[in-house]
């Protein structure tokens, strides 16, 4: 009974760690420590080898200028999104509408960010019952592996689910800058997740009014340099709780790898382009159509990485469940439907581990499928 308290933690509550950016700087370390050696297939068979660049599969492109534009390309577009979004879960998107004035203003800030004295971070540091500010995310035991990352934590929309206590701290030019990159990356979400719904054949409204004003929250990450990188993950193989991921690669080392017919490939940033992915919740609506793809992040012993991961959900009220026209559509329901609160909790409750979560809400014949893993 003890141990399974010490798994299961409130929703939105995580133990309070060191910053493995404090620990990296150290110039005497050569050695990690424990908690942060990890057993993992880094360069095994499973994982896709960047020595020929032409043997790499490519994540799919997106031109969203296509998909919003009236052009003749529309439907060929669309079609290459829905294929992406069945096959491999991931897609960058190219011509999105950020402009690159503030996406290269938002890099500067999230890096000033992170050269905080730790002095300053502790001001913004997260405590037991708010996991919001500098951090990690999933500990749920104090004898659980750690990741060599620190990552800073924020719930972004509806305005009113921000924690003041945290975001009035911020330097004002990066509340600004956080504030106007929000805004588009939800405008983006909600563009997509439009053209997907149109993709799957939904109802015209059904899905506006599952995510027409969702809710945002948004991960900001740092993987240190580290010593010995083979031994350690910089975040935890996963699929993504929201319907909807933007990540802004904020530099060029590569790190991110998906999981794809069995292997981890690393995925290429692009100049100017952001990686998108289908979350759970996204799998959920789509019926299992779409899929929720494990996803982690590598670290290396030479270079520092940053990336802002921005999630998308449903709207407060909803319930997470198989679109109803889909339902129809596919004579059977593959999840069970929950309240979002609910669903929330039980996602948050866990350490990250696969896609055990979306295991839970799975129905009949489809519960088990581990074909992502």
Known sequence: MENQKEEKVNF???????????????????????????????????????????????????????LTANTSTYSSELNKLHMASKEWGFFQVINHGISESLLEDFKREVFKLFSLSMEEKKKLWQDEDNPEGFGQLFVVSNDQKLDWSDMFYIATHP???????????????????????????????????????????????????????????????YYPPCPEPELVVGISPHSDADALTILYQLTQTDGLQIRKDGKWVTVKPLPNALVVNVGDIMEIVSNGVYKSVLHRGMVNVDNERLSVATFYN????????????????????????????????????????????????????????????
Request: positive net charge; glycine residues 6%.
């Open 12 to 66: 939105r509550r995580s133990l309070i760690v060191p910053s493995v950016q404090q620990l990296a700087n150290q110039q005497s370390i050569t050695k990690i420590p424990d908690r942060y050696v990890q057993k993992l297939d880094h360069h095994d068979s499973s994982v896709v080898s960047s020595d020929n660049p032409l043997t790499i599969p490519s994540v799919p492109v997106i031109d969203l200028h296509n």
């Open 159 to 221: 305005n009113n689910l921000k924690k003041s206590q945290v975001f009035q701290k911020l330097p004002l030019s990066l509340r600004e800058k956080l504030e106007a990159y929000c805004a588009e990356a939800k405008k983006l979400a909600v563009t997509i997740l439009d053209h997907m719904g149109k993709a799957l054949g939904m109802e015209t409204r059904e899905m506006s009014e599952l995510f027409e004003d969702g809710f945002q929250s948004m991960r900001m990450n």
């Open 314 to 373: 449903n709207s407060a009220g909803t319930e997470v469940g198989p679109a109803k026209s889909l339902v129809v559509q596919h004579k059977v329901a593959n999840f069970r439907a929950v309240p979002l609160e609910e669903y929330l909790k039980g996602y948050f409750a866990k350490k990250l581990d696969g896609k055990s979560y979306l295991d839970y809400m799975k129905l009949g014949e489809s519960k088990g499928d581990t074909s992502q893993i």
